[in-house]
């Protein structure tokens, strides 16, 4: 059973337009999410976080929004370059559980 | 130098043999964790550590051992291999969060690519 979907497994966009990655998740008690990024040969490095208080986060070219209702986030890149080219997980975790469920991934191509 | 390292990074075993996968940090955190990469499922958590003494079961923790052998030093074992665990393991490392916090980021190793034929 799958908590944490991420159901495009790859996206392709244009240098310069925005990349939206969406993160479902089935789990109420749910209440802080991250994204990261995972380079070919490499472990994943945080990216950006987003906690259940609010509904959006934003660092630098990346924004990510949370719509609790809906138990959905998403990931937005603007611009896209391509060096964010990569594979984007979203995880999920309960506060004081301090373990991450994870998404699936989706693999992000940014076309120069 | 890389903060958190793992050792093999590639490694091609038999079906039955006992594999060790090795994690090391120099970034002095207390907790660590073993995850496995599977296509089309993610990362899933086989093992975590809080500190030293401190050992729990992840989500799939089934047909692997760990042994936290210091601080810094996070062993897996597979005791007898099976082609189902062919996979990329990763270990990642934190620090407890800062109080009030909801979170502690996690610091990713390179990853072992294991293959059990």
């Known amino acids: 059973d799958q908590q944490v979907k991420q159901n495009s497994p790859s996206l392709s966009v244009q240098e310069g337009r925005i990349s939206i990655l969406n993160c479902d998740y089935t789990n109420s008690m749910f209440d802080y999410f991250l994204w990261y990024k995972k380079y070919p040969a490499e472990g994943p490095t945080f990216l950006i976080s987003?906690?259940?208080?609010?509904d959006k986060n934003e660092d630098g070219r990346f924004t990510v929004f949370l719509n609790k209702s809906a138990k959905h986030l998403s990931l937005h890149i603007v611009p896209s370059q391509p060096g964010d080219s990569a594979v984007y997980f979203c995880?999920?975790?309960?506060?004081?559980?301090?373990?991450?469920?994870f998404g699936t991934g989706t693999r992000l191509k940014v076309l120069a | 130098d890389a903060d958190v390292t793992q050792t093999p990074r590639n490694r091609i075993t038999k079906t039955g043999k006992r594999i060790m996968l090795e994690c090391s940090q120099t970034k002095g955190h207390d907790r660590m964790y073993w995850y496995r990469q599977d296509p089309g499922l993610g990362l899933r958590l086989i093992y975590y550590?809080?500190?030293?003494?401190?050992?729990n079961k992840g989500e799939i923790s089934d047909g692997y051992s760990v042994s936290r052998q210091a601080q810094a030093k996070f062993s897996l074992s597979l005791e007898s291999a099976i082609p189902n665990q062919t996979a990329l393991y990763f270990c990642?490392?934190?620090?407890?969060?800062?109080?009030?916090?909801?979170?502690?980021?996690?610091?990713f190793g390179p990853g072992t690519r294991l293959t059990v034929l």
């Open positions: 987003i906690s259940s208080i609010k």
């Open positions: 550590s809080f500190d030293v003494k401190d050992i």
């Open positions: 995880a999920a975790s309960v506060t004081g559980t301090y373990k991450y469920i």
């Open positions: 990642a490392t934190s620090d407890p969060p800062l109080a009030g916090a909801s979170y502690n980021e996690q610091f």
